[in-house]
Each structure stands twice: as C-alpha cells, then as structure tokens.
C-alpha cells in the first residue's frame, strides 16, 4: 500500500510538470512573461499587462491570481490590488477574493496529499505535537479564519499549517473565503489609494465592522458545527 501511494504521488508530480511543458510548447512566451513579471513585483505593470488580454482581462486575472494563490508567492496584495485598478473596488475584490480562496485550496489540497502522511508520523511520536494536531481539527476553523483576517500575512504559511494539520477541507475553505474578504479588501484599498493618491477611509471602517462581525459569527459556527 506504502508503494503504492508514493508510486501515486510520483505520477502526480510529473503530471503537474508535464501541465507546465505542455503550457510552454502550445504558448512558448507565455511562462516567461509570467516569471518576469512575478519578478518586478510592480502593481502598474501588472495591470497593464492584465489589461492587454482585452475581453479575456477577467478570466486572465482570476486564472494568475490563482496560481500565485496557489504558489505562495509572490504576496497576493499586488495582484488583488491590480485588479481594483482594473475593475474597480468591489468586482476587483470580489474577483481576487474568489481567485485567492480557488488558489489557496488547490494549495491545501496538493500540499496534504503530498506531504500529511509523513507529517503524521512525525506527529504520532509526540504528545505535545499530537495534541496540537487535535486542537486544529477541533478548533482549526475559528483560528485559520482569524488567521486569514490579517492583513499581509504570508499565505504560503497558512497553506501549510492547514494542510499539515487536521483541518477539514470544508473548514479550511470556508474559513479562507470568509477570512480573505476582509485581509484582501484591506489590502487592496490601501495599495489602491496610494497609487491613485487617494484616501476615503470610510471604506476601511466598513471593511473591519465586516471583519468584527465575521469573527463573531465564526464563533457561533464553531460552537454549533463542531459542538455535534
């Protein structure tokens, strides 16, 4: 079974390659304009290149925001911030936040098929370790949630500790929506005020009165879920 399973995993893996050489072959300068432009790291240019893409602007950025959700990196600010400038506020938030959410789940998925087993038996030889496992799958949501709340936290890190932990899936994405409306909206206000040279901050009083109120009903939902 042991063989088995790592022989899965080694086919997986060079599937995930093999996508990457196919996408390089059908589109030949495609992976090298993404890899420049995650390099700059510079918001205008990523709008602009976002832009370019015309009518397929909206599916482009979802699709980018996604992978480098998925990724880790680079930070997810300066994509979610190119799309309010694309889009405006709102339908550029809406569009990172569900992008982001899409993004960091494939990354909880394939990090935990590639990596919980050997994570578990390093657990399994500790008690504190184990008993810190437990915690995240009784009191993982209400902690990844407030977790995703914070501005500039690394995503890659919190794709990590969800994915190697006993976190649900159904838990895990559900606290990584909810979590990302606030953290992103905060994000991107800020980085599209200070490039537009604007300030309004009446928007982000909302987004933490939405935030103060998201905790709150992720207590009730902790309590009355898990308390089954």
């Given amino acids: 079974m042991k063989a088995s399973m790592t022989t899965v995993k080694i086919i997986a893996a060079l599937l995930i390659v093999l996508l990457f050489v196919i996408i390089h072959i059908v589109a030949p300068d495609f992976l090298p304009e993404i890899i420049e432009l995650l390099s700059h790291g510079d918001i205008v240019e990523t709008a602009e290149y976002i832009r370019s893409y015309g009518s397929m602007?909206?599916?482009?950025?979802?699709?980018?925001?996604?992978?480098?959700?998925?990724?880790?990196?680079?930070?997810?600010?300066?994509?979610?911030?190119?799309?309010?400038?694309?889009?405006?506020?709102?339908w550029g938030i809406t569009l990172s936040v569900a992008a982001e959410t899409v993004g960091v789940?494939?990354?909880?998925?394939?990090?935990?098929?590639?990596?919980?087993?050997?994570?578990?038996?390093i657990i399994s030889k500790s008690k504190r370790l184990s008993s810190m496992d437990q915690y995240s799958g009784e009191?993982?949501?209400?902690?990844?949630?407030?977790?995703?709340?914070?501005?500039?936290?690394?995503s890659a890190l919190l794709n990590a500790v969800g994915a190697l932990s006993s976190l649900s899936l159904?838990?895990?994405?559900?606290?990584?929506?909810?979590?990302?409306?606030?953290?992103?909206g905060i994000e991107a206000i800020i980085g599209h005020d200070a490039i537009l040279q604007e300030e309004d901050p009446t928007r982000i009083i909302i987004v933490v009165v939405?935030?103060?109120?998201?905790?709150?009903?992720?207590?009730?939902?902790?309590?009355?879920?898990?308390?089954?």
């Fill in 170 to 184: 159904r838990d895990y994405f559900i606290a990584s929506l909810i979590g990302k409306f606030p953290s992103t």
């Fill in 57 to 90: 602007a909206v599916v482009f950025s979802f699709l980018l925001t996604l992978f480098v959700n998925a990724l880790g990196f680079p930070p997810a600010i300066i994509f979610s911030t190119a799309n309010t400038l694309i889009f405006g506020i709102f």
């Fill in 139 to 154: 009191k993982g949501f209400i902690v990844m949630l407030i977790a995703r709340m914070v501005p500039y936290l690394p």
């Fill in 210 to 228: 939405f935030a103060v109120i998201l905790i709150a009903w992720a207590w009730y939902y902790q309590k009355k879920v898990h308390a089954k």
């Fill in 105 to 121: 789940t494939i990354s909880f998925l394939l990090l935990r098929f590639f990596f919980r087993d050997t994570a578990e038996k």
